[in-house]
């Protein structure tokens, strides 16, 4: 008997190895695309990523305006490269190095002509958009949804450049909790990519 008992968990073990070994949150791209009502795509003229919210996934962490975190799975797409990257991340914003913000200190503070002002402005938020994001996970997949190489799974923070991937979901993110952009609307960077692809042809 113990020996019966012995080769059927032997058998229950190996036989669950692999699904314990599988990631819960594995997905290919046709679940990605069949499910927009849970996965947001994000308008993304300037790079060839896809770019997609888990919207079932987004929560509020910290509501203390300037200060706001939000965190959410978001899922990079690399079309030519056969892989999605899935990151569970924090978004950390401060509204003090917003669009807004940065206008209003640099109209109050600084005596300049009006392109000065822009120049300076600009380089602000080149510098500091006010975004910062901390991934707590990650796992990469092929397009069919098969776990490839394992990744690091916690980064340190890093500073969100302006107008990149990572601001236009960060920002996006910030839209649908509080109605509203967190800095300067997506739209802008996507409309600008098509004014400069119109003049290159």
Known sequence: M???????????????????NTPINAISLIEIQNNPERYE???????????YIDKESVKSLRYEPPYY???ATIYLVFYDGNRILSE????SYNLNYSAKSYAQRIEKNITSSKSEKL?????KLTENCGIQNSIQDRNSY??????????DRQLLPKNIQMGSADYLIANQLFYNLYNQYFSIPNDFFNNLYMKGDSHGT
């Open 2 to 20: 113990i020996t019966l008992i012995k080769s059927f968990i032997l058998f229950l073990a190996l036989f669950l190895i692999p699904f314990c």
């Open 41 to 51: 795509k994000i308008e993304n003229l300037m790079t060839p990523l896809g770019l």
């Open 69 to 71: 975190n939000i965190r």
């Open 88 to 91: 569970d991340t924090i978004y």
């Open 119 to 123: 120049d300076i402005w600009a380089k």
């Open 142 to 151: 092929d397009l069919n949804g098969v776990l490839k190489s394992p990744l």
